[in-house]
C-alpha cells in the first residue's frame, strides 16, 4: 500500500532508474527497430515511414494526459504501465520468427509506444511533484545521463548482442532472444519501482471532489496552457528546435549499415551498436550531464545560443561522413561521437525549457503537452526522411540536413527565458 510508503527518498534511489526504464522503450520504438527492420530486409522509405507514425502516441498522448492528472496518482501510472511494457517487448519477440512479422511488429510496437508515452506522462509529472525546483535542476542532468545510459543499453549494448547472435542463428531468432532479454530486464525494474518509488503527499488525483465535471478540468488544464503569453513563440520552438535532428536521427543506422557502393559506410550489426549505439550514445551522455551542469551554474538565458549553436553545427560531421566515407573505424566512431556530444549538450537546453513552460498548478499535464508537441515536431520531417534519401542520395540527404537547422536558429531569437532560470541558488 501506498501510505505505508515513505512521501520521501534520496532522489538516487528512483530517479536514475526511473528514467532508465522510461528511456528503454522509447528506444525500441524508435530506434532499435530501424536496425531491426533493417537487418530483416525492410527499405528505407518503409522503415522511416511507419517507425515515425510510431511517434503518434506521443504526439497525442496531451488528450489523455490530463486523465493522468484526474485519476489515480503518478505513482500507479508509472508501475502498471511498466508491467504492460514488459509484457509488449515479450511478444514482440515471439512474433518476429512469424511470415506477417512486419505489420505485427508495427502493431505491437504501436501498442508499446501507447503504453510508454502515458508511462512518460506519469513519470516525468511524478519527477516533478517528488523534488523540490532545485533538486529538479540539480537532477535535471542526472535523469537525462540514465535516460541515455538506457539509450545505450538498448541501441549498445542489446544490438550488439543481437549482431554477436546473428553470427550463429538466423536473424530471426537472433532479435526475437534480444527482445525476450530486454523483456526480462524491464520486468525487473517493475518490480523495483513497485517498492522503491516513494510516495509524495502531492501525488494525488487532480479531481477530489466528486462534484466536479471530470470533462470540465479536462478542458480547463489544456485552455490554460494555450492561453498562455507568447504561445506561438513556444510553439515555434517545441516544434522546430529538433527539425534537422529529427530527420537525420531516422537515417544514421540505415547510413551506417548500407553497403558503400549504396552511399553507407557499411559497418556491420555489431559494428553499429558500438560505434552508434555505445561511443555515440556514450558521448551524448557526457553532452547531457555538461549540459546541465553549465546550466545549473549560469542558467538557461545564458547557455540557450551557445547551446543551438554547438547542437546544429555538429551536425557537420555527417555530411563529412556522407561525402568521404572514411574506411578508418576510429575516424567513423569519432565523428558520430562528435554528433552525439553536440546534440546532448544542446537538447539539455529544450528540456529545460519544458519545464519553464509547464510550470504551475497543472505541470504534469502542461510538461506532456510540451513533448507531445515536441514528438510530433520529430514525427512529421522523420516521416519522409526515407523516400528522400532513396531519390537523393546520402551525400545529398546530409547537406539538406544541415540547411534544416537554420529554423532552429531562427525560433531561439524570439524566445525569452527569466534571468537565472535553471541556476541553482548560492
Known amino acids: 500500500m501506498s501510505e505505508n510508503r515513505p512521501a520521501y527518498r534520496n532522489p538516487w534511489l528512483w530517479v536514475p532508474s526511473l528514467y532508465f526504464a522510461e528511456g528503454i522503450p522509447y528506444v525500441f520504438v524508435m530506434t532499435v527497430s530501424v536496425v531491426m527492420y533493417k537487418r530483416l530486409g525492410i527499405s528505407n522509405t518503409d522503415i522511416t515511414l511507419f517507425t515515425s507514425l510510431l511517434y503518434l502516441p506521443w504526439v497525442i498522448k496531451g488528450l489523455w494526459g490530463p486523465f493522468v492528472d484526474i485519476f489515480k496518482t503518478k505513482r500507479f501510472w508509472v508501475v502498471i504501465n511498466q508491467l504492460i511494457i514488459s509484457v509488449m517487448l515479450l511478444v514482440i519477440g515471439l512474433v518476429i520468427p512469424s511470415s506477417a512479422f512486419f505489420l505485427l511488429t508495427v502493431m505491437l510496437f504501436a501498442l508499446m509506444a501507447f503504453s510508454s508515452a502515458t508511462h512518460d506522462i506519469a513519470a516525468d509529472g511524478f519527477y516533478m511533484l517528488a523534488l523540490e525546483h532545485s533538486e529538479q535542476a540539480a537532477f535535471v542532468g542526472i535523469r537525462s545521463t540514465f535516460y541515455r545510459a538506457a539509450t545505450i543499453f538498448c541501441q549498445g549494448i542489446l544490438v550488439v548482442i543481437a549482431g554477436q547472435l546473428e553470427l550463429h542463428f538466423s536473424v530471426e531468432a537472433a532479435w526475437s532472444f534480444t527482445f525476450a532479454i530486454a523483456a526480462a530486464i524491464f520486468l525487473v525494474l517493475f518490480l523495483y519501482h513497485r517498492i ?44 522546430l528546435f529538433r527539425f534537422a535532428e529529427a530527420q537525420l536521427v531516422k537515417m544514421v543506422a540505415p547510413f551506417l549499415l548500407d553497403p558503400r557502393e549504396m552511399g553507407g559506410l557499411g559497418l556491420t550489426t555489431s559494428e553499429v551498436g558500438v560505434v552508434y549505439g555505445t561511443v555515440g550514445v556514450g558521448a551524448l551522455l557526457l553532452g547531457g ?80 503537452l510540451c513533448t507531445a508537441i515536441m514528438a510530433f515536431g520529430m514525427m512529421v520531417p522523420g516521416a519522409w526522411t526515407g523516400a ?25 531569437a524570439f524566445v525569452k527565458i527569466p534571468q537565472g532560470f535553471g541556476a541553482k541558488n548560492r
Open 289 to 368: 550531464i555538461l549540459g546541465g551542469i553549465a546550466i545549473s551554474r549560469k542558467g538557461l538565458r545564458w547557455w540557450l545560443w551557445p547551446m543551438v549553436i554547438i547542437m546544429h553545427g555538429a551536425d557537420l560531421a555527417f555530411v563529412y561522413l556522407s561525402q568521404a566515407q572514411p574506411t578508418h573505424y576510429v575516424l567513423i566512431t569519432s565523428a558520430v561521437a562528435l554528433e552525439q556530444f553536440g546534440y546532448g549538450f544542446g537538447f539539455t537546453a529544450y528540456m529545460m525549457y519544458m519545464i519553464l513552460v509547464s510550470d504551475g498548478p497543472y505541470k504534469t499535464a502542461h510538461y506532456a
Open 388 to 412: 528522400l534519401q532513396e531519390w537523393i542520395g546520402y551525400k545529398s540527404f546530409f547537406i539538406w540536413v544541415l540547411i534544416s537547422t537554420v529554423p532552429g536558429f531562427l525560433v531561439v
Open 196 to 239: 522503491f518509488l516513494p510516495a509524495p503527499d502531492s501525488d494525488q488525483p487532480s479531481l477530489r471532489d466528486s462534484n466536479q465535471k471530470v470533462m470540465g478540468e479536462f478542458a480547463r488544464t489544456f485552455s490554460l496552457f494555450f492561453q498562455r503569453k507568447g504561445i506561438g513563440v513556444v510553439l515555434s520552438f517545441l516544434l
